[in-house]
């Protein structure tokens, strides 16, 4: 819900204006059709009173508009936690409690908000009525939204920002000499130098290795070496350069202009600024309208492609069950010849050779002799007819089968102790190295470790300018918490699983205060960043709070609530059953009977 607007370059919506027309994708398509048992009219309850479908819906998609001006893209369900009904459900709430606080929000000011926003501004800085014209005709028009609905999420959201400020800012006050302090310890500056041992220096001793050293390594990692489940599948490929013709007819069908009439229409409508190529040069009106066209020519073949691929599989496999000769058996009649795919794992995704779509590896894991086909498979140059093939147990091979491998691991991890223990001995035996009056860099040199000064840096320095043998997050980490000058850290190691090709130890030398003038300069602002932190924080306890008050309902709510009460009911019941059985009972006119426990099993996990 809270999420900040990323600065958009105006090449981006140049780029989305193009893919927007020429794919017809419709960002915003609100799928609200939930009815709990208020009734048809209602889609919930919040604060005990019913909530409307129309109002729930207009939440849903300031939350979807919100979302694309953020992004750039519509949100999709359930990728990157998005649950837009729960969005829907968090805007009502904060737009009640703002008008329940008193708050309004003009038009005016609904219009400055827009106005601030990077998408409307032009290469200068400076909002471009154009821009915002083009937006709502190029994206929202078309798919039946308006300009009305764009500035009541303006009003929207200035009005939660009012709400933000009036909630948390009494509790996120910031001291001056808080904050001077906090930007202080931010702008220390660390002197610090480097010695590391490269793993290469130790790989290249190990020589002579014992046989039954690498089949111990063997057997104390076999899991390591396990293979895991792979499987095929048969494809048949539908390259769209053979449906040219035919994405074209379809595009003539439904845009009554040809591909270079369109292409001239979309240029022209859009700054030309808007067309560039990779490196972000704007484009000559020639190479813009092949662009277009190019896109035109890509997207129609595709989905000409897609269709002949979806008429081959729904001539034959509309019966529920069929088998893989079923498939092989159409593609002899249809004259297609059927390829296997290369093994793949859960972890590959997909076949390497091929332009499956991200989104194949989850349908294709649910394929099995029964459940065989799948819906066309988009890739980026061909559709693909998927038909399952076999599934390759899971297995942990012979040691023989191995043994390179194992070679390579074993001296590997060989080489990682031996250069973590001289990082180590080195660690140890500097600090008197240094009481003798030598250098960092002298005491490194003795040792036969490579010596690097790292350039001075901040406490709240990402990187450095240069390259360095460790991750600067170990190398940083490695100090930050030196209180005193003229220390060294504790090792760090080398690892077989990590990037890092060695072992360093850290040698703070020197702790410089902040620069004054830097803190001068940096303050203001480093201070209002500390105050929306803190504002952020206490609003955001508040809302949990409000949350759980307004106790906002919807019909996938309450089934989940009836579904949990189902559940627990029966684990309750299978356990008053089990206890029941298990009771002992003393036989009747039998006295003083020594008393048994009553055994209650636990109860059944959950299957939520």
């Known amino acids: 819900m809270f999420r900040t607007l990323r600065q958009h370059k105006t090449w981006l919506w140049g780029i989305l204006i193009i893919v927007v027309i020429i794919s017809f994708v419709i960002f915003f398509s609100p799928d609200v059709n939930r009815n ?6 209602t889609v919930g309850r919040m604060d005990g009173k019913p909530v409307d479908r ?9 939350a979807d508009l919100l979302y694309f001006l953020n992004n750039g893209q519509r949100p999709q369900e359930g990728r990157g ?4 009904e729960n969005e829907a459900k968090q805007r009502l709430i904060l737009k009640d409690r703002a008008a329940k606080a008193g708050i309004k929000v003009s038009s005016e000011a609904a ?3 827009l106005q601030s926003l990077p998408i409307f501004k032009d290469k200068t800085g400076n909002y471009s009525p154009a821009l915002y014209e083009r937006f709502v005709t190029t994206l929202l028009n078309p798919a039946g939204y308006s300009k009305y609905m764009l500035e009541e999420l303006a009003k929207s959201e200035m009005a939660i920002k009012q709400l933000i400020t009036t909630v948390g800012l009494p509790g996120a006050m910031v001291s001056p000499r808080y904050a001077t302090t906090s930007l ?3 702008k220390e500056i660390y002197v610090a130098e480097l010695a590391t041992f490269p793993l290469s220096n130790f790989l290249a001793s190990l020589e002579n290795i014992a046989e039954a050293d690498l ?3 063997y057997t104390n990692r076999m899991s390591s070496y396990r293979i895991p489940e792979k499987m095929q599948v048969h494809y048949i490929e539908f390259p769209a350069t053979n449906y040219f013709d035919a994405g074209m007819a379809l595009f003539t069908q439904k845009e009554k202009v040809s591909a270079a009439e369109f292409a001239d229409k979309i240029y022209k409508d859009n700054d030309p600024e808007l067309y560039v190529d990779e490196e972000g040069n704007t484009l000559s009106e020639a190479a813009a309208k092949e662009k277009i066209i190019t896109e035109i020519h890509k997207a129609y073949s595709l989905r000409a492609a897609r269709a002949a691929a979806a008429e081959f599989i729904n001539t034959y496999f509309a019966a529920e069950k069929f088998s893989e000769q079923d498939y092989m058996d159409a593609a002899k009649a249809k004259g297609l010849t059927p390829k296997l795919s290369e093994s793949f794992s859960r972890t590959d995704g997909k076949p390497e050779a091929l332009d499956f779509p991200a989104t194949f590896a989850q349908a294709a894991w649910n394929l099995s002799s029964t459940n065989a086909v799948i819906p066309p498979v988009v890739g980026q140059t061909n559709v693909y007819a998927i038909c399952f093939a076999g599934k390759i147990e899971s297995k942990t091979p012979e040691y023989s089968e191995v043994a390179d491998k194992v070679l390579e691991d074993y001296k590997k991890a060989e080489a990682v102790k031996a250069c973590n223990a001289a990082a180590r001995a080195f660690a140890t035996s500097v600090t008197n190295l240094l009481a003798t009056g030598k250098s960092f860099q002298e005491a490194a040199t003795e040792s036969k470790a490579q010596f690097t000064a790292i350039p001075e840096f901040t406490a709240d320095a990402k990187d450095v300018d240069i390259e360095l043998p460790a991750q600067w997050w170990q190398i940083k980490n490695a100090v930050s918490f030196k209180t005193a000058p003229a220390v060294c850290s504790p090792i760090i190691p080398a690892s077989p ?3 890092n090709a060695a072992a360093a130890v850290v040698y703070l030398k020197e702790r410089k205060p902040a620069d004054p003038a830097v803190v001068e ?9 500390l105050l929306a932190d803190n504002l952020q924080s206490v609003f955001t306890e508040w809302f949990m709070q409000e949350y759980d008050k307004a106790n906002f309902e919807t019909a996938r709510d309450i089934e989940k609530k009836k579904q949990e009460a189902q559940e627990q009911a029966a684990r309750e019941a299978e356990a008053q059953a089990s206890a029941s059985t298990n009771q002992w009972t003393p036989a009747s006119g039998t006295t003083n009977a020594p008393a048994k426990p009553i055994i209650t099993p636990p109860a059944a996990p959950s299957t939520n």
């Open 54 to 62: 129309d109002t729930f819906m207009a939440a849903h998609i300031e």
């Open 215 to 217: 089949q111990q390594h």
């Open 497 to 499: 699983l990590s990037t």
């Open 184 to 186: 202080q310890a931010q």
């Open 111 to 113: 219009t400055i908000w």
């Open 36 to 41: 709990p048992e208020a009734g048809p009219a």
């Open 521 to 529: 300069a940096k303050l203001a602002n480093y201070t209002k960043g």
């Open 81 to 84: 936690g998005w649950d837009g």
